[in-house]
């Protein structure tokens, strides 16, 4: 048993070691012991890597949907794309609900960027609370009447703009923000 064990990790770590997949869709960054995160990143394919010197980290560069739907429960795993029914007041002083999805993608020109100042859990740093934060200033320029009329497509490019200034320094693309539904809440905005 621990001749198999010993085998397995020597297989794993060392023969295994040299290379990482990148699937397609994915990219990878490369964090070298010795030099700290290496600046270049490595698209789908199969690369070679000095094994226990560095280890690489794969991103998902695909578009993203972070949906805003009831029945969410971001307790499970706080790095879930997701949230509860997001809270919010009218200009004309009306409680919300607001559902609905923003497509969010990685900048693969600054994965390496985000990954050193922000680590794996950017959507739980990042996105979650950006995105609750600048929904709620948007919508809050409207009144209930405006966004249940034709001022809807209005209310999403506002979003994406104000969530667009937040996530860009940080390496994120905001690709779309779709309200799917905004209905009356008898809970005021936390």
Same mark, same amino acid.
């Given at each position: 048993?621990?001749?198999?064990?010993?085998?397995?990790?020597?297989?794993? %770590?060392?023969?295994?070691?040299?290379?990482?997949?990148?699937?397609?869709?994915?990219?990878?960054?490369?964090?070298?012991?010795?030099?700290?995160?290496?600046?270049?990143?490595?698209?789908?394919?199969?690369?070679?890597?000095?094994?226990?010197?560095?280890?690489?980290?794969?991103?998902?560069? $695909?578009?993203?949907?972070?949906? !805003?739907?009831?029945?969410?429960?971001?307790?499970?795993?706080? &790095? !879930?794309?997701?949230? #509860?029914?997001?809270?919010?007041?009218?200009?004309? $002083?009306?409680? !919300?609900?607001?559902?609905?999805?923003?497509?969010?993608?990685?900048?693969? #020109?600054?994965?390496?960027?985000?990954?050193?100042?922000?680590? %794996?859990?950017?959507?739980?740093?990042?996105?979650?609370?950006?995105?609750?934060?600048?929904?709620?200033?948007?919508?809050?320029?409207?009144?209930?009447?405006?966004?249940?009329?034709?001022?809807?497509?209005?209310? &999403?490019?506002?979003?994406?703009?104000?969530? &667009?200034?937040?996530?860009?320094?940080?390496?994120?693309?905001? &690709?779309?923000?779709?309200?799917?539904?905004?209905?009356?809440?008898?809970?005021?905005?936390?």
């Amino acid at each position: 048993m621990f001749d198999k064990l010993v085998v397995g990790f020597f297989v794993d %770590e060392v023969a295994g070691g040299f290379f990482v997949d990148v699937p397609p869709g994915q990219i990878a960054c490369v964090y070298d012991r010795l030099r700290g995160v290496l600046k270049h990143t490595w698209g789908p394919g199969l690369h070679f890597k000095l094994p226990f010197l560095q280890k690489a980290k794969l991103f998902n560069a $695909q578009t993203l949907e972070y949906g !805003i739907r009831n029945g969410f429960n971001a307790e499970e795993n706080r &790095e !879930i794309l997701g949230d #509860d029914p997001i809270s919010a007041t009218t200009a004309d $002083q009306v409680n !919300i609900k607001v559902l609905g999805t923003i497509l969010v993608r990685i900048n693969k #020109d600054q994965v390496v960027s985000l990954w050193e100042n922000i680590g %794996e859990g950017f959507v739980s740093k990042i996105v979650r609370p950006v995105s609750r934060s600048r929904i709620r200033t948007a919508l809050s320029e409207f009144t209930m009447q405006q966004l249940n009329s034709t001022a809807r497509h209005e209310a &999403e490019r506002r979003i994406k703009e104000q969530i &667009e200034m937040e996530f860009a320094p940080k390496g994120l693309i905001v &690709e779309g923000v779709l309200l799917s539904e905004i209905s009356l809440s008898n809970q005021p905005p936390q």
